[in-house]
């Protein structure tokens, strides 16, 4: 079965101020083992410091999350859940 992650990248604000970003996917079938374990770092570290990320940035991480395989309903509930058990306020 072929997984894939995606994931957004932020370019700096537009004129207005608001985040730019476009949608690129990886496939998790293709990453070696340092890489799925880049990619697990990455995401600990996010969910470490969710509670100092901008809420915009939260927000577009959070969309881009439950972007993923199954019910959307489901999986935004899930994250939501998790983040809210998680997530430490490192500010």
Known sequence: MDKTIVATEI???DADGGLQYFDWSLSADGLGEAERGIVQSLGAAVVARWN???REVQKLLFETAA?????????RGHIARFLHENAHNQR
């Open 67 to 75: 972007r993923g395989e199954g019910s959307p309903e489901a999986l």
């Open 52 to 54: 100092a990320l901008p």
């Open 11 to 13: 370019d700096p604000p």
